[in-house]
């Protein structure tokens, strides 16, 4: 398997009040799958009903996208909704229609 086989996300998940989650994984569909249906009662997620996929960002090499994790957790709040309009400025859920 060569390395442009691979893919992996940096997402932002957003709750119907505003909080913003910021993750990454090697398979987007099914890591929100597992957000939205709130196998972990304890995790961040669960507890502020971050649901809403409202940005996504791709990358086939693993450090890259870790470090651009830590990058956006870093922004400020201002910054992160910037980002977001840049992709989504409606803010749609963007797995909306996903399984």
Not at 36 to 51: K, L, M, V
Not at 89 to 94: F, S, T
């Amino acid at each position: 398997m060569s390395k442009n086989d691979y893919c992996f996300s940096v997402y932002i998940l957003a709750s119907a009040s505003g909080t913003l989650y910021v993750g990454v994984t090697n398979d987007l569909v099914r890591r929100v799958r597992e957000h939205r249906e709130g196998r972990n009662i304890n995790s961040f997620t669960h507890q502020y009903q971050c649901r809403h996929l409202v940005y996504h960002d791709e990358s086939p090499y693993v450090l890259n996208a870790i470090e651009e994790e830590k990058r956006i957790k870093n922004m400020s709040r201002l910054e992160k909704e910037t980002l977001i309009r840049t992709m989504n400025p409606q803010w749609n859920d963007l797995a909306k229609d996903w399984p």
